[in-house]
């Protein structure tokens, strides 16, 4: 890395900048499992409402049998990010410790 | 309040639906802590994190439900013009962010944007801004636990400070566990279970006037009329929905409001810096400008479709307000299912606001406050736990202010659209911190001070009933533009009269002065040309240009 260009020092920042060599933040898990995993359970859960929807259910949406519609869509939008995390699993996270603790 | 009117049928699946959210968002906090070892993993994220995540989070943070029911409201007050909320005066500003300012935040390595004053200033300017961010933050915590509650009380019919307090203890839980990246996460989170909640609705609604024509032809006749279709008709004069002239919303708006808010306000800019290099924070602000292009769609739209379709709608007080127009429609239109979805983004969008707002206290309280004037070369162990006790006290301070919201919602409001007006000296500050090295550490701080002041008067004087107004947005266009106009003049009035800054004292804080690394720590794939801040930002601003031709 290019040295010619470091910015201007400061103590307070210097400190903390030296403590992030002890950063965990390379444990933290990746949001695509959690936003996929609730995002099925709601298709789920909505698209069985919907199966089972009443007329009178229908009606109130203005005949569009929305539970069933949105609980597929959500549940397609679940798997769809389960199936990114698994095709691309996020970057080893050794990137934010190969920075020189200047 | 007003009865049951807004009462929603919620079944047991609708809160089986609401349970999961909540376990959800608490297992987020409570997972992120194996990620917390320094005061960086807990105000920052350990600045790890990839740009669409910090990307979601930062439009996210803006999406709190007073900005989701708010601009609903306006959809249905003032039509169409609504949208310059979003094109005019959110995306340049996102896009300047990303391409210009980011690299003198992200490079500079500062851990707060008051912080950047201290480096580019002075202390005292450093001081002023922080104090002000901090109380600004906690004061509009407040408003957002108060609104979230007002909405849980009628919606649901939960007590107020049964809401008021459950929202309270969700927010402080996975805050003060999982620190900044249990609140990100989170925000990405809320991000799609808001817009879950909100196409149904939008969907609906529009079948039911008959789509996008049958809803323009509908609004025709309302008490909007045609002007209610239009973005820039009629803006000539000020005989328009929005009672503003194409200069007011251009400059006012487009200009110094929305710069000052998207640049400078530190909930936001906290989205970035936690970025994992400089490359993802440029790209931040950007991503975040995508979404933002398009959620007029399911804010505007239901507003409208509102305005059409209940009788009433505008009621000065009562449940027929323009703010209830997306709970009317809830209770109209969905039913069990998709309802508490519903139910759940309304939800999901206040704890993010609130969430934003106590993340940045916390961070400016510890770092800025407490380590820079209190108590300083303490461990980075103290500074964390400053943080953690940080946002305990943030949560119930905004607690108290929630009541005290309670008993003066106009005041609160009132209190909040200052602090919005706040914003344009501090941006022009920074502007000119930012490309005019010669700029004094004493012309920064007076011109913080002086521009502030003024837009504080004009303020009061037009509360005071002194000056006059079309509106409340004509006068926050005139506070800020008056307020930007002295920054500029007071830093060129003081700077030649006092001695500058060594240069090396400004190396990666101003432009033309080295030390910014564009490309330091980029990852291969982040060089490929798709992911270029510039051509990005650039794509975004001729959409939200040729989005208003439709609307013209």
Redesign the interface.
Same mark, same amino acid.
């Given at each position: 890395?290019?040295n %010619?260009?470091? &910015? *201007?020092q400061?103590p @307070?920042?210097d400190?903390? !900048?030296a403590? !992030?060599r002890?950063? *965990? *933040? *390379?444990? @933290? +898990?990746d949001?695509r499992r959690?936003?996929g =995993? @609730?995002?099925v #359970?709601?298709g789920i859960?909505?698209t069985l409402?919907?199966i089972f %929807?009443s007329r009178a259910?229908?009606d109130? #949406?203005? =005949?569009?049998r929305?539970?069933l519609w #949105? =609980?597929l869509a959500?549940l397609v +939008?679940g798997l769809l990010m389960l199936l990114w995390q698994w095709l691309r699993p #996020?970057?080893p &996270?050794a990137?934010?410790e190969q !920075?020189p603790g200047a | 309040m007003d009865g049951d009117g807004l009462r929603l049928n919620m079944n047991g699946l609708d809160y089986l639906i609401l349970a999961l959210y909540f376990v959800t968002v608490l297992g987020v906090g409570f997972a992120a802590r194996r990620a917390i070892r320094t005061s960086v993993d807990f105000f920052l994220s350990g600045r790890s994190l990839p740009a669409w995540v910090t990307g979601l989070a930062f439009v996210s943070a803006n999406l709190g439900a007073l900005e989701i029911i708010g601009m609903a409201a306006n959809g249905a007050q003032y039509g169409v013009m609504t949208v310059h909320y979003y094109w005019i005066g959110a995306v340049p500003a996102m896009v300047f962010l990303g391409i210009v300012m980011m690299p003198f935040y992200y490079g500079s390595k500062v851990r707060s944007v008051p912080e950047y004053l201290r480096l580019r200033f002075n202390r005292p300017t450093h001081l002023l801004n922080a104090l002000s961010f901090a109380v600004a933050q906690v004061l509009i915590a407040g408003v957002n636990l108060y609104a979230l509650a007002l909405v849980m009380q009628a919606l649901l019919g939960w007590p107020l400070w049964t809401a008021i307090v459950v929202g309270a203890a969700i927010v402080l839980a996975y805050i003060t566990i999982g620190g900044l990246s249990g609140a990100i996460y989170n925000e990405v989170l809320q991000f799609f279970v808001i817009l879950a909640g909100l196409i149904p609705v939008t969907v609906i609604g529009l079948v039911k006037v008959g789509g996008w024509n049958g809803l323009m032809d509908a609004v025709g006749d309302t008490k909007l009329g045609e002007a209610g279709l239009h973005a820039w008709q009629g803006t000539g004069s000020t005989a328009n929905p929005l009672g503003a002239h194409w200069i007011g919303i251009v400059f006012g708006l487009g200009f110094v409001l929305s710069f000052g808010y998207w640049t400078t306000n530190f909930a936001e800019v906290q989205r970035a810096l936690s970025a994992k290099n400089m490359s993802a924070a440029r790209r931040t602000p950007i991503i975040a400008a995508y979404p933002k292009l398009v959620i007029p769609l399911v804010t505007i739209i239901p507003g409208l479709v509102a305005l059409v379709t209940v009788q009433g709608l505008g009621a000065e007080s009562g449940d027929l307000q323009y703010n209830n127009a997306i709970p009317l429609l809830m209770r109209d239109l969905l039913p069990n299912g998709v309802l508490g979805v519903a139910v759940t983004g309304l939800l999901a969008s206040f704890m993010a606001g609130m969430a934003a707002n106590v993340s940045g206290f916390n961070t400016v309280f510890t770092y800025d406050i407490w380590q820079a004037y209190i108590r300083r070369d303490r461990s980075d162990e103290y500074y964390l736990r400053v943080g953690r006790w940080a946002t305990v006290a943030a949560v119930v301070i905004g607690i108290g202010t929630a009541f005290i919201a309670a008993g003066f919602s106009n005041i609160m409001n009132y209190i909040q659209a200052l602090f919005s007006v706040f914003n344009a000296p501090l941006f022009a500050t920074f502007i000119i911190g930012m490309f005019w090295k010669r700029m004094s550490a004493l012309a920064g701080f007076w011109s913080l001070l002086l521009g502030t002041l003024v837009s504080l008067s004009l303020y009061l004087l037009y509360k005071g009933g002194v000056v006059d107004f079309n509106s409340d947005l004509e006068e926050s266009f005139w506070g800020a533009g008056l307020a930007f106009v002295t920054a500029v003049v007071v830093a060129a009035i003081i700077t030649p009269l006092t001695s500058p800054k060594r240069d090396e004292e400004l190396r990666g804080l101003v432009y033309g002065m080295g030390g910014v690394d564009l490309k330091g720590d980029v990852l291969a794939g982040d060089a490929v040309w798709y992911r270029s801040p510039v051509l990005l930002g650039l794509i975004a601003v001729a959409l939200a240009a040729l989005f208003y031709i439709p609307v013209f």
């Open positions: 890395m290019s %010619d260009g470091q &910015p *201007a400061d @307070l920042i400190e903390t !900048q403590e !992030q002890r950063s *965990a *933040a *390379a444990r @933290l +898990f949001i959690v936003i =995993g @609730l995002f #359970a709601y859960i909505v409402i919907g %929807d259910e229908i109130k #949406a203005e =005949g569009v929305i539970n #949105a =609980g959500m +939008f #996020a970057d &996270p990137s934010n !920075q | -």
